[in-house]
Nanobody, 119 residues
Framework: QVQLVESGGGLVQAGGSLRLSCAAS????????MGWFRQAPGKDREFVGQ????????FYADSVKDRFTISRDNAQTTMYLQMNSLKPDDTAVYYCAAATAPGTGFNVWGQGTQVTVSS
């Protein structure tokens, strides 16, 4: 089983930047793809982006494209979400998630980290 722990959330002014981290432990060799999601108060959870855990193309939601960047370390134990040009609408709890096999969907989730962007 894979365990995920997010960190790096906080309060930032509009236009600022934050970097979130997602540390993966356990059976990380089984990870197929990892992603970031977010959920604002009163709203449904929203896909932010995803990155293949070995090789491939990184995808982003239109709402964050050109502002957010997902990356991972070479040891394949940590995923990052670099967030630039933050807007108040980016305020949400951010979750990292993992899909442990093709076709399973995201079946492992972290506990979430709060990001608040003030205007």
């Amino acid at each position: 089983q894979v365990q995920l722990v997010e960190s790096g959330g906080g309060l930032v002014q509009a236009g600022g930047s934050l970097r979130l981290s997602c540390a993966a432990s356990g059976e990380t060799t089984s990870t197929y793809v990892m992603g970031w999601f977010r959920q604002a108060p009163g709203k449904d959870r929203e896909f932010v982006g995803q990155i293949p855990w070995s090789a491939g193309i990184t995808f982003y939601a239109d709402s964050v494209k050109d502002r957010f960047t997902i990356s991972r370390d070479n040891a394949q134990t940590t995923m990052y979400l670099q967030m630039n040009s933050l807007k108040p609408d980016d305020t949400a709890v951010y979750y990292c998630a993992a899909a442990t096999a093709p076709g399973t969907g995201f079946n492992v989730w972290g506990q979430g980290t709060q990001v608040t962007v003030s205007s």
